[in-house]
């Protein structure tokens, strides 16, 4: 199993070499803690990708046994799926971009993948993979407060004179800087339902770190 982080969220791949690699593409399976966040991610598990010939490809798209490997792969789903706007992954949306119709189309998409973020995390908090058990907990520990508290500001900077007022801010070290993606104008919506989301979030990861030291603590008793 592979992990990537983007962007404090965490995603788990299966990863399978079949016996005729490289002649053949690795096969990739990833494991779904919300619903569907991105277009090219499957809740089934699929990964669309030319380089694993789960999606048409032309030329050096597609799977070259000579020159493609399984890094090639890995890089593909960080900067190729795991993008700043999902949306134009979807069949056709790309010849859209521009327009103010895809713009909003996208600003939404981007909504509900911050919502199923926050949702997988609060799961991955509940049911860490045991081969990552250790991991989850730790990158919940260091980044679970930042997260917060980014998507804190943007909610409590909602309003459009706030969202421009903080566009022109240079306080980097400000929790509610404005993404790089779109985003604004945040929904009423998503603002209320992202703040239970957070709280919901907030008490699964106390557990697991509260869990984890109650754990570390009995272990020695256990070994005496």
């Known amino acids: 199993m592979e992990i990537i982080a983007i962007s404090d969220g965490l995603f788990f791949f299966d990863v399978q070499l079949p016996p005729t690699y ?25 990964v669309c990708v030319s380089l694993l010939g789960t ?8 799977w070259d046994p ?8 890995l890089v593909s789903i960080q900067g190729l799926i795991l993008v700043s706007e999902p949306y134009y992954n979807e069949p056709g949306f790309a010849s859209q971009k521009g327009t103010q119709a895809s713009k909003e189309r996208s600003r ?14 609060t799961r991955l908090a509940e049911n860490p993979p045991s081969l990552f058990h250790n991991e989850v907990r730790e990158h919940l520990n260091e980044n679970s407060v930042g997260l917060r508290n ?5 909610i409590e900077s909602g309003d459009q004179q706030g969202m421009k007022a903080r566009e022109n801010s240079t306080d980097a070290a400000g929790s509610g ?7 604004a104008p945040l929904s009423p919506h998503f603002c209320s339902g992202l703040r239970r989301s957070l709280d919901n979030f907030d ?11 109650l754990s570390d603590k009995v272990k020695p008793l256990q070994e005496n």
């Open 22 to 46: 490289p002649n053949l593409p690795p096969i990739f399976h990833f494991h779904s803690y919300s619903a569907r966040l991105n277009p090219n991610l499957y809740v089934d598990g699929k």
């Open 55 to 62: 999606w048409a490809g032309k030329g050096s798209e597609n």
């Open 66 to 73: 000579k020159n493609s490997n399984l890094l090639q792969v």
């Open 108 to 121: 939404q998409y981007n909504e509900m993948v911050i919502t199923q973020n926050v949702a997988s995390l």
């Open 150 to 154: 980014r998507i804190i500001g943007w």
């Open 177 to 183: 800087l404005l993404p790089d993606f779109p985003l």
């Open 203 to 213: 008490k699964s990861v106390q557990k697991l770190i509260d869990k984890s030291i």
